[in-house]
């Protein structure tokens, strides 16, 4: 079976093979206590089965369900933040035309964002925007009270409601939210909003397979039955039940644990195409979010290269030695252009007429992990066959269940995020919410 492929081989300048292999009882064990459901957080392991657990109804009902609304719609606003946006960005990113917004005759709708900032400026040309657009809003949250989202809904429902009245904006919102609890969820009762839900143990980092996901990727016509069948495929490929050896996810959960204890804090996960950039984005808040705890964690960063070898390369290669990479590298492009000859040659470039443009960047590529490598920065390599829904399915699920593994590994609770609320409760005492009054004053006092 043709699938995602892990290379761990050039770490072991810095951790060999034996020291790797040495944490196969340790990464087993918490790949046990993942799959057992008996570690800390347990009561979010909706995710870990999911792929397998999705039926073909459920995928046509949603396919079927949103076509209408795709039809109508030019502009498709996700209103989310967090696990409640990133997803569905991570793989919109990845297979949309890199000019959609720009390029005619373009028909599925185009996928912007709102609710991921408080950018007054960005809601405010959103807005202008959206005034010239047949637009269509998908609200995510799962709590359903989450301050961002929560504003631009506010403000997107009433200019939907005031360009095409009450009756067809019910039409054209969606909300996907909690069964029964959150805000969000009385406002979909009360409007009539078609809903869908967040299943109560998927957390927001590792809901792309839900509605969270699949409504707006529907919607922006992303083939979510490939997206689902890689991650069914890849849920196989890290069942338990496979050798160490064997499994990717705890193969890879393994290595940067290894990296993290000889001193590698850092872990930058490396693109050479730039429609990943998202992908990158999504990662980072899936184990930033989900290690970041009690003083411990790989600090997870992302370059996009070659781009940022022209910025960050330069740290990389020389800056402290505490960093290792993880490089996402896929195989076959999508289309085809070959470098022209050009008798003049004053760029000097005739050495490669005729070569793909591709061809240069896998040896950029391969250059730049050998220098980073001789510089004393390890290198983890991810082989991806080609961008398309399937095998982001794969890669997708594949960091999911690693970072589960991981998780443990580290002695965390991956599924939780205490530390999220700290700034809200700060927020909400400077802009004296009700309930804050006393934190209100205190906050006060140290201004
Ligand atoms: O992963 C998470 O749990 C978070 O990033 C949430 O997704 C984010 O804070 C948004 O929360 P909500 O969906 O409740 O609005």
Redo the contacts with the bound molecule.
């Keep these: 079976m043709e699938q995602i492929t892990l290379d761990i081989s050039r770490v072991y300048d810095f951790v060999s093979a034996e020291e790797i292999k040495k944490l196969s009882g340790e990464t087993l064990s918490a790949q046990q206590t993942l799959y057992q459901g008996d570690g800390q957080g347990n009561d979010y392991l909706g995710w870990l089965h999911l792929p397998s657990e999705i039926a073909q109804e459920q995928i046509v009902g949603i396919e079927t369900a949103v076509a209408g609304l795709k039809e109508k719609t030019e502009v498709l606003v996700v209103v989310?933040?967090?696990?409640?946006y990133l997803g569905a960005r991570a793989v919109n990113d990845a297979l949309a035309h890199n000019f959609s917004h720009l390029k005619k005759g373009q028909k599925a709708p185009h996928m912007l964002f709102a609710g991921h900032n408080i950018g007054e400026d960005y809601m405010h040309e959103l807005l202008e925007l959206l005034d010239e657009q047949s637009y269509s809003i998908v609200v995510?949250?799962?709590?359903?009270?989450?301050t961002e989202?929560a504003l631009a809904f506010r403000i997107l429902k009433n200019h939907l409601e005031e360009k095409v009245g009450k009756k067809e904006a019910r039409d054209r919102i969606i909300a996907v939210t909690d069964s029964s609890k959150g805000a969000l969820r009385q406002l979909a009762t009360d409007e009539g909003y078609r809903s869908y839900v967040?299943p109560d143990n998927v957390?927001?980092?590792f809901?792309v397979f839900t509605p969270v996901g699949l409504i707006p990727l529907a919607i922006c016509g992303v083939d979510i039955r490939q997206l689902v069948a890689g991650a069914k495929e890849m849920s196989q490929s890290c069942d338990p039940a496979l050798p160490f050896e064997e499994n990717p996810a705890a193969l890879y959960a393994a290595t940067r644990n290894a990296l993290y204890r000889s001193g590698k804090k850092i872990e930058l996960l490396v693109n050479y195409h730039n429609k990943l950039h998202y992908v990158s984005e999504w990662w980072k808040?899936l184990y930033g979010?989900s290690e970041g705890k009690k003083g411990k964690g790989i600090f997870p960063a992302a370059v996009d290269n070659s781009t940022d070898l022209h910025s960050m390369g330069q740290y990389i290669q020389e800056g402290e030695r505490t960093l290792f990479e993880t490089v996402i590298s896929v195989e076959k492009t999508d289309h085809q252009v070959k470098v022209p000859g050009d008798p003049a040659n004053l760029d000097q470039l005739n050495y490669l007429e005729g070569k793909n443009i591709d061809h240069v960047n896998k040896m950029a590529e391969l250059g730049t992990i050998l220098a980073h490598l001789d510089g004393g920065v390890p290198n983890i390599r991810i082989s991806v066959p080609a961008l398309n829904a399937h095998w982001l399915g794969q890669l997708l699920y594949f960091f999911e269940n690693a970072c589960g593994i991981s998780g443990y590994m580290l002695g965390i609770n991956p599924f939780n995020?205490p530390g999220?609320e700290a700034y809200k409760k700060n927020m909400f005492a400077l802009l004296e919410k009700p309930g804050f009054e006393e934190e209100s004053a205190q906050i006060k006092s140290r201004l």
């Excluded at 989310?80 to 409640?84: C, F, P, V, Y």
């Design positions: 989310g933040i967090g696990g409640s995510i949250s799962k709590s359903g009270t989450t989202p967040i957390g927001g980092r809901s808040q979010e995020q999220v």
